[in-house]
């Protein structure tokens, strides 16, 4: 099992901490995971991508190189990386930040505000993933969201991850919020 | 005088480094002589002495002392006194260092130490001059004087090394000349006794670099240029406003002596703090 | 002479014994690990986040941490340290790293152990600072004057961030001389599972002390094997430590020939001829293979890559992966290169190590190069063209 996962938006919006999750959340499902970044300078506004490679193998090459999915959190993410993706592969935007065709549109900011605050559309995009990917159990997942967001906060981001995973569910019928 | 001379030279002196390297009329021999002293007046033990020094003629004096000595690279002196006595803060660290070493390429490590009050010693020689590679001008050479490489006069300002110490937080400043060595010795004796950064700058001559250059071609006729040139503090607090305004004289003496927390001190305390709530995490 | 660690105090403060962590980190777990009690650094990108890391953790087990006015500086505190008594380390990246080579050749010329962290970044100059490159490995052989030797380590994942910057910490002492942890700015920052040794892991290699009195002590005369006893300071021995050539006293002796040729023969030789004992290599051969790979550091995860696409494809590949760099594993590349007809050597830069390569495997294999400068880390693919159709002249 190999899946490669690629992250894109802006700084600020959280991105490297999602693959942080997630691949964190892999080793702890028992699975290798590597996970790597690119940004600019700036801590806010330019450009950042995460990518997370999850296998069952040890990991050699530690890049994505076929992404298996890909998630635009920004036009300009998706007008650079959109493409780029595996004949089998999803690419999934924010519904409320980048429009685009033959994607799959997530409403991961619109969910945010739902459920308590726009800042963790991050955390709702991870829930969305996790479900989709489909090897994490989903209270590793929830538990690593927690080891890596700050005290306090802890209802907040639970009720992200689960609103995330609950529109993957909802996506693909059968959602009984179970 | 004599007998004291040898009773230090047989206790201190690494007997296999002798005769030292020194110019005839240097001043660098006192230096050794005043600082002996003064540690053999404190009681200093020596097995737990580490004297450093970077690169310069005043740089060779720990191979001199039979201690533990460090002689590093040019201008890091400071620096590497900083991790020796940071690390095992039980011995006493003493710095023997020069203008050029110190307030050149070492400028930066001596300000920060100051700032950062590591207790150590720090003592700088000052002869105006780069004097192991032949006399060139340093950071402290007084303006329109020659030197190698100021062939037609020192188009540049002098540093005031004590100046420098006090605006950057030593606890104890003093600067004194050859033709005070009770002084000096009581000035390294306060500086070492300094729970903190002590700093002495002792004016020194060289005859054969910065001296040959600009008249001063021996002892004697250094030793007069201090008496003409130095006024000390507290000949200068006797002075009325005005010729104390007008006053050109370096001023020697004790110029900056106060109490402040020391580096080591606040960083034991912090190690202390945090194994305190370890244990009462546990 | 072997130190204890101790170990449930060091876990405490650690936490978990696995962790999902970035390369920097894993260094820093690596020396404390590694016995280390004393850490200065400057900041400088991509290397910050090992000595924040040492911030944290180094105070609560009574280890001092400072951060020094300069790269200097730092290496200057950390000789100064180490003749102290301390394991101790600093960490930088390229321009930090080119300011502490006269202190690097300082502690070799004075038999210092001490350990650098090079987080290699894209250069030369400030470069890019947040782009990983591997430009600085033939700086690590030579950036100090004179003649010298240097052990450098390249971890290629997360883990070896972990375990080759404990094993320096080993080699320093054992060879008293500063060694090299050459990492780079894609494994410093990237975060892969790791697990921390147990206890029965842990072996901490120090220095010999004296075996005799002060008085009747020599501190530059290798009385055991090739490396001298040390002294720490304060405890009676009076050593005076010198950048200057030296005679076994640790006396100057500039104007002795003879003196400086033993000195240096031996500072050179101790490392030179233990080189088959401390050199390390992984190496993945194949029978039958005409082509192979030499790799280290990042560079190696793409090669590893690559060979794994060229074997599905039906080509038979071999790989030797240099975990030290520099002694360079002359014995084990010129074996492994053997039957191969030509040797690629992919590098995050324009040509370093594949001279060394070239050298070592004169009259054998013929040498070629996969560079990539900029940034992105070389995908496999590239590296897989190489091998069929050849890749950059050397």
């Given amino acids: ?178 | 005088m004599f007998n004291q001379a040898k009773k230090i030279r047989d206790k201190y002196i690494r007997d296999e480094m002798w005769p030292s390297i020194f110019c005839t009329g240097c001043g660098i021999g006192n230096v050794l002589n005043y600082t002996l002293r003064a540690i053999d007046s404190i009681g200093l033990d020596i097995d737990r002495t580490v004297f450093c020094s970077g690169i310069g003629c005043s740089s060779r004096l720990p191979g001199y002392i039979e201690a533990d000595g460090l002689h590093t690279t040019h201008g890091r002196a400071i620096a590497f006194a900083t991790g020796v006595k940071v690390y095992k803060p039980e011995l006493s660290v003493i710095v023997f260092t020069g203008d050029g070493d110190m307030a050149g390429i070492g400028g930066n490590h001596f300000i920060h130490a100051a700032r950062r009050n590591v207790d150590m010693t720090v003592i700088c020689v000052n002869n105006f001059n780069y004097g192991m590679t032949g006399g060139q001008v340093s950071p402290t050479t007084p303006a329109e004087d020659l030197s190698t490489t100021t062939p037609y006069g020192n188009l540049e300002e002098p540093f005031d090394l004590c100046r420098l110490a006090i605006g950057a937080g030593a606890p104890f400043v003093a600067r004194w000349t050859m033709g005070f060595p009770y002084e000096t010795i009581a000035a390294v004796e306060s500086a070492i006794r300094t729970k903190g950064f002590g700093f002495v700058e002792i004016l020194a001559p060289c005859p054969t670099g910065y001296g040959k250059a600009n008249e001063l071609r021996d002892a004697p006729a250094n030793w007069d240029w201090y008496k003409e040139n130095t006024i000390t503090r507290i000949d200068l607090a006797r002075l009325s406003p005005d010729e104390r305004a007008a006053n050109r004289k370096i001023v020697i003496g004790t110029l900056w002596q106060e109490e402040k927390p020391e580096y080591i001190e606040r960083w034991h305390q912090l190690v202390n703090r945090l194994q305190a709530d370890d244990v009462g995490d546990s | 002479m072997v130190r204890e660690l101790d170990y449930r105090r060091v876990m405490k403060v650690l936490g978990s014994q696995e962790k999902f962590a970035q390369g920097d980190v894993a260094c820093a777990y690596g020396a404390i690990l590694g016995g280390c009690d004393f850490f200065a650094g400057y900041p400088i990108t991509p290397a910050t986040e090992v000595a924040e890391t040492m911030a944290i953790l180094l105070p609560r087990l009574g280890g001092a941490v400072m951060q020094m006015e300069d790269e200097i500086a730092s290496l200057s505190a950390v000789i100064g340290a180490a003749w102290a008594g301390s394991r101790a380390f600093t960490a930088t990246s390229g321009p930090g790293f080119s300011l502490m080579q006269e202190g690097i050749g300082y502690a070799c010329m004075t038999e210092t152990p001490c350990v650098i962290i090079n987080v290699q970044r894209s250069g030369p100059s400030t470069g890019q600072p947040t782009e990983p490159a591997q430009g600085d490995m033939l700086q690590a052989r030579w950036g100090t004057h004179g003649d010298h030797e240097i052990i450098a380590l390249a971890p290629a994942s997360v883990q070896e961030c972990l375990d080759l910057t404990r094993l320096a910490f080993n080699l320093a002492e054992e060879y008293r001389n500063p060694v090299l942890v050459m990492t780079d700015g894609e494994v410093g920052h990237m975060r892969e599972q790791i697990v921390l040794p147990a206890e029965d892991e842990i072996e901490l290699v120090e220095r010999c002390r004296p075996s005799d009195d002060p008085g009747a002590h020599v501190p530059f005369r290798a009385v055991r094997g090739a490396v001298p006893e040390m002294a720490s300071f304060g405890t009676g021995f009076h050593t005076y430590v010198t950048g200057l050539t030296h005679d076994e006293r640790g006396l100057p002796a500039t104007d002795d020939a003879e003196e400086h040729t033993r000195l240096v023969r031996r500072l050179v030789d101790k490392i030179r001829d233990d080189a088959d004992r401390l050199t390390r290599v992984e190496v993945d051969s194949e029978e039958g293979a005409k082509v192979g790979i030499v790799s280290y550091g990042i560079s190696a995860r793409s090669a590893a890559g690559a060979v794994r696409i060229a074997r599905a494809e039906g080509q038979k590949i071999s790989h030797l992966r240099l975990i030290t760099v520099f002694p360079f594993p002359e014995k084990a590349v010129r074996h492994f290169a053997g039957g191969l007809d030509r040797i690629v050597v992919p590098e995050l830069n324009l040509g370093q190590i594949c001279h060394v390569v070239r050298e070592a495997l004169e009259g054998g294999s013929e040498v070629e190069r996969v560079s990539r400068i900029g940034g992105e880390i070389i995908p496999p693919e590239e590296i897989v063209r190489a091998l069929i159709e050849g890749g950059e002249r050397v």
Wanted: charged fraction near 20%; hydrophobic fraction near 40%; glycine fraction near 12%.
């Fill in chain 1, 1 to 178: 099992m190999k899946k490669e996962i690629r992250i894109c938006g802006f700084g600020g919006q959280g991105i490297i901490l999602a693959g942080v999750v997630l691949g964190e959340a892999a080793t702890r499902a028992g699975y290798r995971a590597v996970q790597t970044q690119s940004y600019g300078p700036e801590s806010r506004g330019g450009a950042a991508r995460a990518e997370v490679v999850i296998s069952s193998e040890p990991i050699d090459y530690p890049r994505v190189s076929r992404p298996d999915v890909v998630v635009a959190l920004s036009q300009a993410g998706y007008d650079r990386f959109g493409r780029d993706v595996a004949e089998d592969g999803v690419v999934l935007v924010d519904s409320a930040l980048v429009e685009a065709e033959g994607v799959t549109s997530v409403p991961f900011t619109r969910t945010a505000e739902e459920v308590g605050r726009k800042i963790v559309a991050n955390i709702v995009m991870v829930g969305y993933l996790g479900a989709l990917i489909d090897v994490i159990p989903h209270d590793v997942l929830e538990s690593t969201v927690l080891a890596n967001i700050p005290s306090g906060t802890e209802d907040l981001n639970l009720g992200a991850v689960r609103a995330g995973r609950d529109l993957w569910l909802s996506t693909v019928g059968g959602n009984d919020g179970s």
